[in-house]
């Protein structure tokens, strides 16, 4: 007879306990409401823009402070390699004027492990005319990005601060895996793909690189989660522009150009035309020339800055040129930023004189007067988006 009272009392307890689970389950799941799940939603795409604005800051500073820091002899403008065997630093990657992709590289930049709103770590891209090892054979505010990107009915975004519209470095959060893309976890910070060679395994709007030409970045790919900032190139010079010594840093390089060619016995110039009394083309090749130019602390800038001063030179070997209190037997103009009527793409033997110096500066010389134009470099500072197109010219007695 009580057998059956102790069975009764166990059973109770326990459909209490079935009972408060089920609230509890019931509760939750009414806690876990739509407007719980945009919250969530929302703040995990806030940690994403966080996290890339973070990095793109980063590799901005480094650009800007490249030759500054430990790298002396090199001039200013250069991004970092990806990050290709999980240590979290840059490294060699590919050959010169190859992009490539690979994760951040935040010890190089300083920085933790910035992670996405899904907690995965940030990949990169950058191209071959920026990176830093192997360099590109000239880097300037001309130079042009790798990467075309695309809206979500794949048409062209172009980029305003290249004049291809193109990208010069792209920071990409891949979000969670998407069905199909297998992550392991592995023993790295990142994961368990620490060569990043993987890249469909976290990315769908860039897959390896490879082949001639811009290459496609879908922003917006249907079905896909990657998330993205830009660089481009006039992001990277916005930077230097608004540095007050940036102006000194050119002048400098513009000035030992000229004393290479004093020096070197004003040497022929390279594909030039008559333009009255002078001859007027590109410089010759530095390792032709003797002097500052060659030197090992400014041999990178000066190949760089060559690319966009042309040099004049008497056709009577006399001082034809009338400067500022002297006579010239030839000059040397830094043509500056490109104005926006200008275009400085394609090989540079095909570009006319016109994408680089003004019709002013070119009516000046065929006068033989340089009295007008200015002979120190100057940035806009106070409008620095504004591009600095002016042409300056140093006599050579």
Known sequence: MTARPRQQGMILPALVLLLSLGGLGWLLSAQDSPADQAARQLAADRRTDQALQIAREALLGFAANYRNKEHPNADFGYLPCPDLDGDGSSETCGGQGQPSVGRLPYLTLNLPDLRDGSGEC????????????????????????????????????????DQAGLAAALIIAPGRP???????????????????????????????LSGAGPIDVATNRPGGNDRMV????????????????YAAHLQKVFQA???????S????????????????????????LQGPCRNADLRDPAANWAEVV???????????????????????????????????????????????????TLAALSAGQLRALPVQITLPFTARHQPATGDVALCLP
């Open 310 to 360: 042309r040099y004049a030179r008497c056709n009577s070997g006399t001082a034809c040129l009338a400067g500022a209190g002297q006579r010239c037997r030839g000059a040397l103009l830094f043509a500056g930023e490109r104005h926006p009527t200008q275009r400085r793409l394609g090989p540079r033997e095909q570009q006319g004189i016109d994408a680089y110096l003004e019709e002013s």
């Open 178 to 208: 998407l069905p199909g893309q297998q992550r392991s976890p592995g023993p790295g910070r990142c994961g368990g793909d620490p060569e990043a060679r993987r890249i469909d395994a976290y990315l769908e709007s860039i897959g390896t």
């Open 265 to 288: 016995r004003l040497p022929s110039p390279i594909d030039s035309q008559i333009h009255g009394p002078v001859n007027l083309g590109r410089l010759p090749a530095l390792d032709r």
């Open 122 to 161: 940030l990949w990169y891209a950058v191209s071959g005319a920026f990176k830093n090892n192997p360099k590109a054979d000239v880097l300037t505010w001309d130079s042009t990005g790798s990467f075309r990107l695309l809206d979500g009915d794949a048409r062209v975004i172009a980029l305003p601060g």
């Open 230 to 245: 830009a660089i481009d190139t006039a992001d990277i010079y916005l930077q230097l522009k608004s540095r007050a010594s």
């Open 257 to 263: 150009l000229a004393d290479c060619v004093l020096t």
